[in-house]
């Protein structure tokens, strides 16, 4: 299993849940980018981790990796949904599967570049399209669902995304790209690379402690 499996205690429907109401709203869309190199990890296996972030991902990739994705999703199972980038690069759109389109939205083409994310905090309010990258995604997502109930707390794991993205080497990544597809022991990783691991330890702790609405 590439990530920690989360427990599901037996309890009635939302009493997980914070019975105050949420002091911040999020209208943002959360995308993923998923690139055409992810296919070398295996489609089955891209799928899974995808549905570990939600059951119905919004997904920014290629035609092929489109293709290859709906291929592989009924073993996730997910249902899919694509963005669709204007040729301005500033809007998208979504593309569901019965082939309707939603509407037009400001996009932020952010994934990969970490130092991006800065302002992060201040699009979550705004109906807008955010891309995240594979490699963090599942910090950023658990991010946007602290920030409705506590933005300092939300600003500050923000904080501490950054600090230990600009921190990773490029042997870094590929440790962690190998941690996420059950190549490599996330139990040694500490060993092998202290600023991994601290990149490791924060997805870790975020996943785990701030479930999506899919759990």
Known sequence: M????????????????????PENKVDALLCVLVPD????????????????????????????????ILKSAP??????????VHEDKNKASLSYSDGAIGQTLDF?????????????????????????DLP??????SISTVYPWDKLLA???LGQ???????????????????????FDSLK???QSKTAYKFLKLERKLFLQYPTEDD
Do not use: W
């Open 75 to 84: 073993q996730a199972p997910i249902e899919p949904v694509f963005v669709r």
């Open 136 to 141: 963090s995604m599942f910090i950023l997502r």
């Open 189 to 191: 990783v500490e060993e």
């Open 108 to 132: 932020y083409d952010y994934a990969g570049s970490f130092e991006k994310y800065e302002n992060f905090l201040e699009l979550l309010p705004k109906k807008c399209l955010i891309s995240l």
């Open 2 to 21: 590439p990530m920690p499996e989360r427990y599901h205690p037996e309890c009635p429907p939302d009493a997980h849940k914070v019975i105050r109401p």
């Open 37 to 68: 190199s992810e296919i070398t990890n295996g489609m089955d296996n891209v799928t899974d981790i995808l549905s570990m972030m939600n059951k119905k991902p919004m997904l920014l990739c290629s035609e092929k990796m489109r293709q290859e």
């Open 155 to 157: 600003k500050q794991f």
């Open 161 to 183: 995304y950054l600090e230990a993205s600009k921190n990773l080497t490029q042997k870094d990544k590929e440790l962690l790209v190998d941690v996420r597809y059950g190549r």
